[in-house]
């Protein structure tokens, strides 16, 4: 930060708290909350990787790289403002989550071996306990959000609300929908998806493809090692490219010219480097009410995972069956969770087709395309955007999220 000034401003919109889970456990949550708005929509965002799974941050990925308030200068140090995020239109919690994933922190070393499920009870405690703290917002409606492995965390989440509501016979948290972009929700589809798409976008050989399509069993899951082995040569055929958008550069250190103001409608792919500078430096630490720590954007919870479920369908199938609105949404670009693995996935549900696809629009273009689905389901493409849906097509993406908000499609007029 340059000055006080602009640590003040940041401060009217972050607050860090500390929360006690029962009688021992102790863990840092990062939330971004602006007073006035109508809803609350929680945030848990994880950048899905084949190998490793969860394990990254939500703040520095979701609040200062996608649809926070700010986002951060070339230089390291000073911020500019987004006219796009979502706090234009909602309440909005950063969820640091697991413990151990950017500020986040537990005093025992034991919490750092978690899994789907302790996520979810983690996450929900904190939940309540929030609500305790500020119990104006326990009557409001409430959306829960996310991208990539929160494919698992955000309907699990979800599903456990609704659990604890029933068992206490009120609605102690009021949750109305949840929105996930770029998925990971199945293993066998969302893997074809990846492979089905790396061909058709011209990443893979014929004679790979071909080979995966023979001896990758996508019905019964099993893989061979013939099929991992053409899996592995499709995964090398694509290059060194950047993976979460196919088409974009790559960041070249030697061209970042520091000071240089940044643009929210102008990707720029050195956005981590920016992001680490800015939250290691002790004085923005200190302003967020963090311990000092060596922030990184992931972590390695995710290598002592204990369980993930091989598909979250289920869950959604019976979240639909619960009333509760299902929105799934894809940045068209992605190579990491295409849009061909949503569209596998949500195709398995084998729920009825109430809207037909067909594109939706934004200043007079083609912001994306979306099918509706019997029971508040649905599928929407944000064209032009990759993995990180905000981060690419930041107008789009508050279009999306405003319709979800709002109970209504994406518009259908110029």
Same mark, same amino acid.
């Not at 990787?49 to 520095?60: A, I, L």
């Not at 090398?236 to 061209?255: K, M, Q, R, S």
């Not at 311990?291 to 990184?296: A, G, I, K, L, V």
């Not at 709002?406 to 518009?411: H, K, R, S």
């Given at each position: 930060m340059q000055n006080h000034g602009q640590s003040k401003i940041y401060q009217i919109y972050l607050r860090l708290i500390l929360y006690l889970k029962k009688d021992q456990w102790k863990q840092t949550r990062l939330i971004s909350c602006q007073a006035n708005q109508k809803l609350i929509l929680i945030t848990m965002q994880d950048?899905?990787?084949?190998?490793?799974?969860?394990?990254?941050?939500?703040?520095?990925?979701?609040?200062?790289?996608?649809?926070?308030?700010?986002?951060?200068?070339?230089?390291?140090?000073?911020?500019?403002?987004n006219d796009y995020a979502w706090n234009n239109v909602a309440n909005v919690i950063f969820l640091e989550s697991p413990a151990g994933v950017g500020f986040s922190y537990s005093n025992r070393s034991s919490d750092y071996t978690t899994g789907d499920k302790q996520t979810a009870k983690d996450s929900y405690t904190f939940l309540i306990n929030w609500l305790n703290r500020f119990p104006q917002y326990k009557t409001r409606d409430f959306f829960i959000t996310g991208e990539s492995y929160a494919g698992h965390y955000v309907p699990q989440l979800a599903s456990l609300i609704l659990s604890e509501n029933k068992k206490t016979n009120e609605t102690v948290i009021n949750i109305k929908g949840i929105a996930i972009g770029n998925a990971w929700i199945d293993d066998t589809t969302d893997t074809k998806g990846i492979y089905d798409y790396y061909w058709t976008h011209a990443l893979n050989s014929d004679e790979t493809n071909a080979g995966i399509n023979k001896y990758c069993d996508y019905i019964s899951g099993n893989f061979s090692d013939t099929c991992e082995e053409y899996q592995s040569q499709g995964d090398?055929?694509?290059?060194?490219?950047?993976?979460?958008?196919?088409?974009?550069?790559?960041?070249?250190?030697?061209?970042q010219k520091p000071g240089s103001?940044?643009?929210?409608?102008?990707?720029?792919?050195?956005?981590?480097?920016?992001? /680490? %500078?800015? =939250?290691?430096?002790?004085?923005?630490?200190?302003?967020?009410?963090?311990?000092?720590?060596?922030?990184?954007?992931?972590?390695?919870?995710?290598?002592?995972?204990?369980?993930?479920p091989t598909t979250i369908l289920p869950t959604i199938n019976q979240l639909i069956a619960d009333g509760i609105t299902v929105w799934i949404y894809?940045?068209?670009?992605?190579?990491?969770?295409?849009v061909t693995s949503s569209r596998y996935s949500v195709n398995k549900l084998k729920i009825p087709v109430v809207v037909p696809w067909r594109p939706w629009y934004y200043n007079k273009e083609v912001g994306g395309y979306v099918i509706g689905y019997r029971g508040s389901m649905v599928l929407t493409t944000i064209r032009g955007a990759g993995h990180t849906v905000p981060s690419y097509q930041p107008e789009r993406a508050l279009v999306m999220i /405003? %319709?979800? =908000?709002?109970?209504?499609?994406?518009?259908?007029l110029m």
């Open positions: 950048i899905i990787s084949v190998s490793t799974g969860p394990g990254c941050s939500s703040f520095g990925f979701g609040a200062m790289e996608e649809l926070g308030p700010f986002r951060v200068n070339s230089d390291g140090k000073t911020l500019y403002q090398d055929e694509c290059g060194e490219i950047d993976i979460y958008n196919i088409y974009a550069p790559l960041c070249d250190v030697d061209a103001p940044g643009s929210v409608k102008d990707f720029d792919p050195c956005s981590d480097d920016y992001v /680490s %500078s800015y =939250l290691n430096r002790a004085e923005v630490q200190e302003a967020l009410h963090a311990r000092n720590t060596s922030w990184s954007h992931c972590s390695g919870v995710g290598w002592t995972w204990t369980d993930s894809s940045g068209d670009i992605d190579g990491r969770v295409p /405003s %319709s979800f =908000l709002q109970g209504e499609l994406p518009p259908s």
